[in-house]
């Protein structure tokens, strides 16, 4: 077969940072390719390059034979190129439909019959199996839900080259399966796909071949992903073996730190009654919209409750204000951590330094040199890859803007119960044990914390105790030594019945 996508010697830098240098591969007609690497080896830069957003400094990106020259995103669409990119791209106060169309006619200004558009758009999204209303308003839908929409988008102009950077990082469980049903169908009209993902379940479901990127440089090129091993690319994208991502070992529990009793709240259908104990990771699993981040949102007063107790170290924590929870020394770090934590135009040890607490203040920022010591502390264990502290947290890869927001939580002082929610979405699998790493620290010294994740193996690979959440209720609670990761997931599932013939992501 021929190439049909071809990357020739292509090479970007930045100030400071050669974030690509000579990349060179090719992917064949109807292939998905995947693309992976560390946090900042140079995946979003490539699939900027590709979508026409950004120039390469040097090197040549051919089509089906035709070398192009493309100087802007309408170059790259013409020619038959769509990027999906890891930060969304839709217009929040438009409705979706008008999303889909901006899209499909991206040259006509005219007036649209509402009427019309609604109806075509319904159709299509219910053709694609994506359940989202189309008159709804972008900035009332979920992250996952934005991100199908996204991808509709892409689906419905017929593109040749689609490259999605990090697609199911939002997804439930239910809308990955649509997206790579989607794709199997796309990958059967010839399209080639570029598939950006942190997750080597994905990529070996449904990728041909992969490259994998290191520091900017090629570090492998497979033609065949079926003749190579996870473990093999691993070691590719780190440059190290990494032989236990988990490293949990037996910690001593002290007393009990936290207490919540029969917490109960709008999302919470039954009310909700645990305690961990100082020292004690645990773990909350569910597929995603089980009531976790929701249990999560009203321990820590963000959402209001409508009964129930929260005690730490016995004493009563005032409910239904997070300002009141943090002097408690209770902090809850969210799931949805670049909506909610980025400061931009500040530098990396300024977005860690100015700690949670001190977020909520009026003050701002207060940079005293301690902090900014701790501040460095925490870039360099998390393995921030940048030039410099001082660097604007904008000029950051995803996955490292990710990493700076959680180092504001994990290096927050006095603190004794953290909640923490999806700690290691979008970061690479080396950050994934510093991180872990830290939480045991965290824990050895006293905290209690809750971890909420969708990723089974990360839950059952750090917590001393799960509590697995369905549908807003406590469907079991788990110590370490019963981990069964069948019997988790059966009491994951909604339908107990289809338990086993379902399976979720990673
Ligand atoms: N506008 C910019 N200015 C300066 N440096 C930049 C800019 N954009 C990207 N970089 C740097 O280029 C490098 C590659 O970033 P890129 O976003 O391609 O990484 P990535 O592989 O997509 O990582 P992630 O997994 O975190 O999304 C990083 O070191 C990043 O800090
Ligand atoms: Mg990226």
Same mark, same amino acid.
């Given at each position: 077969?021929?190439?049909?996508?071809?990357?020739?010697?292509?090479?970007?830098?930045?100030?400071?940072?050669?974030?690509?240098?000579?990349?060179?591969?090719?992917?064949?007609?109807?292939?998905?390719?995947?693309?992976?690497?560390?946090?900042?080896? %140079?995946?979003?830069?490539?699939? =900027? &390059?590709?979508? %026409?957003?950004?120039?390469?400094?040097?090197?040549?990106?051919?089509?089906?034979?035709?070398?192009?020259?493309? =100087?802007?995103?309408?170059?790259?669409?013409?020619?038959?190129?769509?990027?999906?990119?890891?930060?969304?791209?839709?217009?929040?106060?438009? /409705?979706?439909?008008?999303?889909?169309?901006?899209? =499909?006619?991206?040259?006509?200004?005219?007036?649209?019959?509402?009427?019309?558009?609604?109806? /075509?758009?319904?159709?299509?999204?219910?053709?694609? %199996?994506?359940?989202?209303?189309?008159?709804?308003?972008?900035?009332?839908? @979920?992250?996952?839900?934005?991100?199908?929409?996204? &991808?509709?988008?892409?689906?419905?102009?017929?593109?040749?080259?689609?490259?999605?950077?990090?697609?199911?990082?939002?997804?439930?469980?239910? #809308?990955? #399966?649509?997206?790579?049903?989607?794709?199997?169908?796309?990958?059967?009209?010839?399209?080639?796909?570029?598939?950006?993902?942190?997750? $080597?379940?994905?990529?070996?479901?449904?990728?041909?071949?992969?490259?994998?990127?290191?520091?900017?440089?090629?570090?492998?090129?497979?033609?065949?992903?079926?003749?190579?091993?996870?473990?093999?690319?691993? *070691?590719?994208?780190?440059?190290?073996?990494?032989?236990?991502?988990?490293?949990?070992?037996?910690?001593? $529990?002290?007393?009990?730190?936290?207490?919540?009793?029969? $917490? !109960?709240?709008?999302?919470?259908?039954?009310?909700?009654?645990?305690?961990?104990?100082?020292?004690?990771?645990?773990?909350?699993?569910?597929?995603?919209?089980?009531?976790? *981040?929701?249990?999560?949102?009203?321990?820590?007063?963000?959402?209001?409750?409508?009964? %129930?107790?929260? !005690?730490?170290?016995?004493?009563?924590?005032?409910?239904?204000?997070?300002?009141?929870?943090?002097?408690?020394?209770?902090?809850?770090?969210?799931?949805?951590?670049?909506? #909610?934590?980025?400061?931009?135009?500040? @530098?990396?040890?300024?977005?860690?330094?100015?700690?949670?607490?001190?977020?909520?203040?009026?003050?701002?920022?207060?940079?005293?040199?301690?902090?900014?010591?701790? +501040?460095?502390?925490?870039?360099?264990?998390?393995?921030?890859? /940048?030039?410099?502290?001082?660097?604007?947290?904008?000029?950051?890869?995803?996955?490292?803007?990710?990493?700076?927001?959680?180092?504001?939580?994990?290096?927050?002082?006095?603190?004794?119960?953290?909640?923490?929610?999806?700690?290691? =979405?979008?970061?690479?699998?080396?950050?994934?044990?510093?991180?872990?790493?830290?939480?045991?620290?965290?824990?050895?010294?006293?905290?209690?914390?809750?971890?909420?994740?969708?990723?089974?193996?990360?839950?059952?690979?750090?917590?001393?105790?799960?509590?697995?959440?369905?549908?807003?209720?406590?469907?079991?609670?788990?110590?370490?030594?019963?981990?069964?990761?069948?019997?988790?997931? /059966?009491? +994951?599932?909604?339908?107990?019945?289809?338990?086993?013939?379902?399976?979720?992501?990673?």
């Amino acid at each position: 077969m021929m190439a049909f996508l071809e990357f020739s010697n292509i090479s970007k830098g930045y100030p400071g940072v050669q974030a690509l240098s000579d990349i060179s591969f090719s992917v064949e007609k109807g292939a998905v390719h995947g693309l992976m690497g560390e946090n900042g080896a %140079g995946k979003s830069t490539l699939i =900027r &390059i590709l979508s %026409g957003d950004q120039p390469a400094d040097t090197g040549t990106i051919t089509i089906d034979g035709q070398a192009q020259n493309y =100087r802007s995103v309408r170059d790259a669409f013409n020619a038959g190129v769509i990027v999906i990119h890891q930060e969304l791209q839709l217009v929040p106060e438009l /409705t979706v439909a008008e999303n889909l169309w901006l899209g =499909r006619f991206p040259a006509r200004s005219g007036i649209i019959d509402r009427r019309t558009l609604m109806d /075509t758009v319904r159709k299509r999204l219910d053709e694609i %199996g994506i359940d989202v209303d189309p008159s709804a308003k972008v900035a009332t839908l @979920s992250i996952g839900a934005r991100q199908m929409v996204e &991808i509709a988008k892409a689906v419905m102009l017929d593109a040749r080259v689609i490259a999605l950077d990090e697609p199911t990082s939002s997804l439930s469980s239910r #809308e990955s #399966e649509v997206l790579f049903a989607m794709i199997e169908k796309l990958k059967a009209k010839g399209t080639v796909i570029l598939y950006v993902s942190h997750r $080597l379940d994905e990529i070996f479901r449904l990728c041909d071949s992969m490259t994998v990127l290191r520091d900017g440089k090629l570090a492998a090129n497979h033609t065949r992903l079926a003749d190579t091993s996870r473990s093999q690319i691993i *070691s590719e994208m780190v440059g190290r073996e990494i032989s236990n991502i988990w490293g949990w070992r037996e910690r001593a $529990l002290g007393e009990t730190r936290l207490t919540v009793d029969q $917490l !109960s709240g709008a999302k919470l259908p039954e009310p909700i009654s645990f305690s961990v104990r100082k020292g004690e990771i645990l773990g909350f699993f569910g597929l995603i919209g089980a009531g976790r *981040s929701e249990m999560a949102r009203l321990l820590y007063g963000a959402d209001s409750r409508s009964g %129930g107790t929260v !005690s730490i170290d016995g004493e009563t924590v005032a409910p239904n204000d997070p300002k009141r929870s943090i002097n408690a020394g209770m902090v809850l770090c969210p799931e949805d951590r670049k909506f #909610e934590g980025i400061i931009q135009g500040r @530098s990396i040890r300024e977005n860690i330094a100015i700690s949670s607490r001190r977020h909520f203040s009026p003050m701002g920022i207060l940079n005293t040199r301690k902090e900014s010591a701790l +501040a460095d502390t925490y870039i360099a264990k998390l393995r921030v890859r /940048t030039p410099s502290a001082r660097q604007d947290i904008v000029n950051l890869s995803g996955g490292n803007q990710q990493k700076v927001i959680l180092g504001r939580w994990l290096s927050e002082q006095g603190i004794k119960v953290l909640v923490i929610d999806e700690p290691t =979405r979008g970061i690479d699998v080396g950050a994934k044990s510093e991180i872990y790493e830290i939480l045991y620290e965290l824990a050895s010294s006293g905290m209690a914390i809750i971890v909420i994740s969708s990723e089974l193996p990360e839950v059952m690979g750090i917590s001393d105790r799960i509590m697995v959440m369905c549908e807003g209720r406590v469907a079991a609670d788990v110590p370490r030594a019963a981990f069964d990761e069948r019997a988790i997931l /059966t009491a +994951a599932l909604p339908d107990k019945s289809t338990a086993g013939a379902n399976s979720i992501q990673e």
